[in-house]
């Protein structure tokens, strides 16, 4: 029998999808991509759900996680994953919105609660910004800064090698091309940035279909 199983991506604006106009955001490609697969008759099914909130912090997502998870609990199995970091690290009023160690704290609490619904969790890295926003205050008050994204980077790996939990580095994919993969706001992907999300993204839900 076959069998029916969930993916849930929680995240912020980036998970959501959104500046794409075309495509809808790395998740929503996944979720056709996911959908095409199971109409050709390979395997088993995986449903995705876009749980993105444009401008969340891993404060807003311990408010909504246990009711999220319950609300979408596949018998056969759910794949959690969690994208948080670039409105937590950004400054505001000369304050950072969640510091690094209450970030650590949130991410942790957030992975237990997957625990209880999930065996298979991703973290998902922070993209880097644009070298024309990086250390600048733009016009909704905040600051972002390179040098936090490897900080907060590095809390996500050490959780993820610790807690044994899969790590999706978009960050490393994108570094090096990040002027051209990234929209004219310097902190969202363009289509053409979201697509090699997608990319990377694809061969790991393909071990579910």
């Known amino acids: 029998m076959k069998k029916i199983m969930y993916g849930l991506f929680f995240g912020d604006s980036i998970t959501y999808g959104e500046y794409d106009g075309v495509f809808g955001g790395w998740v929503d490609i996944l979720k056709r991509y996911a959908l095409q697969k199971f109409h050709e008759g390979n395997g088993d099914e995986l449903i995705l759900f876009n749980l993105g909130i444009g401008g969340e912090t891993t404060e807003g997502?311990?408010?909504?996680?246990?009711?999220?998870?319950?609300?979408?609990?596949?018998?056969?199995?759910?794949?959690?994953?969690?994208?948080?970091?670039?409105?937590?690290?950004?400054?505001?009023?000369?304050?950072?919105?969640?510091?690094?160690?209450k970030f650590k704290t949130n991410i942790k609490e957030a992975v237990a609660h997957a625990r209880q619904f999930s065996n298979t969790i991703y973290l998902v890295s922070i993209l880097p910004f644009s070298q024309k926003i990086d250390?600048?205050?733009?016009?909704?008050?905040?600051?972002?800064?390179?040098?936090?994204?490897?900080?907060?980077?590095?809390?996500?790996?050490?959780?993820?090698?610790?807690?044994?939990?899969?790590?999706?580095?978009?960050?490393?994919?994108?570094?090096?091309?990040?002027?051209?993969?990234?929209?004219?706001?310097?902190?969202?992907?363009?289509?053409?940035?979201?697509?090699?999300?997608?990319?990377?993204?694809?061969?790991?839900?393909?071990?579910?279909?």
């Open 61 to 101: 997502l311990l408010k909504r996680i246990p009711h999220e998870l319950a609300a979408r609990n596949s018998a056969d199995g759910n794949i959690v994953f969690l994208s948080y970091g670039a409105n937590d690290l950004a400054v505001k009023d000369g304050v950072q919105i969640v510091d690094p160690e």
């Open 135 to 209: 250390g600048v205050v733009v016009s909704s008050g905040k600051k972002r800064i390179n040098e936090d994204v490897v900080v907060y980077n590095q809390i996500l790996k050490n959780i993820a090698a610790e807690d044994s939990l899969g790590y999706i580095d978009f960050y490393s994919a994108f570094l090096d091309d990040k002027e051209i993969l990234l929209s004219a706001d310097g902190v969202h992907p363009n289509e053409k940035g979201y697509g090699m999300m997608a990319e990377i993204a694809i061969p790991i839900i393909e071990k579910y279909l």
